[in-house]
């Protein structure tokens, strides 16, 4: 349910990125968001949760298309799950522009 609710919260905040027309429609957030998770899953084995990505989408403002924010969303993800320091008890606390990333290591 969590995930049928992110995609209109995410579309009302991403409307008012372009310059003209009324924003992405909820389907193009939706691909954009399974675009996400598919890269990182090839290039980092790192598959992030749908509210993770959703989140870190929508601290773009007045960015370009779609795409590009998906592969700079994907870059900034891999990057971070791939480097971050390991924390107190051995785990790791990745956080991509203040969203903490949560997800599954793909082996």
Not at 17 to 26: E, R
């Amino acid at each position: 349910m969590k995930r049928l609710l992110l995609v209109p919260v995410l579309a009302l905040t991403l409307a008012g990125c372009g310059t003209t027309g009324s924003g992405p429609s909820a389907d193009e957030i939706k691909a954009t968001v399974e675009k996400v998770r598919s890269i990182t899953a090839q290039v980092c084995k790192f598959v992030p949760t749908v509210t993770t990505v959703s989140r870190i989408i929508a601290t773009f403002t007045g960015a370009g298309a779609l795409v590009d924010i998906a592969g700079q969303t994907a870059a900034e993800i891999c990057a971070a799950v791939t480097t971050a320091p390991l924390a107190d008890g051995g785990t790791r606390r990745v956080v991509v522009r203040g969203v903490v990333v949560k997800g599954t290591k793909l082996r």
